[in-house]
Nanobody, 125 residues
């Protein structure tokens, strides 16, 4: 059974930082892609970034709205992906989800094999 468990959400003031975690278990693909997404109330789910576990460091793609502020990293020993969010803005507030797919192009199309349950991020001005 595949499980993706996010944690690390919370409430911060604008300019603050949070680090989200997503622990992945049961996904048997040797190499795969992990995506971070977010959805604010009344808005469509949008992609934040995609990380490819293939290779030593992995390739990463970020949405332009978070580039330079958010960083995705991967801890292979823990099967955990992180989303470090710095200089948070009120418009970053949303439910954040992680997801996995065999192909990164699927995640860029917001299609995933499995989704986590989400963790809430609140940013006050």
């Amino acid at each position: 059974q595949v499980q993706l468990v996010e944690s690390g959400g919370g409430a911060v003031q604008a300019g603050g930082s949070l680090r989200l975690s997503c622990e992945i278990s049961g996904y048997t693909e040797r190499h795969y892609c992990i995506g971070w997404f977010r959805q604010a109330p009344g808005k469509e789910r949008e992609g934040v970034g995609v990380f490819n576990t293939l290779g030593g460091t992995g390739a990463t793609h970020y949405d332009s709205s978070v580039k330079g502020r958010f960083t995705i990293s991967w801890e292979n020993a823990k099967n955990t992906v992180y989303l470090q969010m710095n200089n948070l803005r009120p418009d970053d507030a949303a439910m954040y989800y992680c997801a996995v797919a065999r192909l990164c192009v699927d995640l860029l199309r917001k299609k995933a094999d499995h989704w986590g349950q989400g963790t809430q991020v609140t940013v006050s001005s």
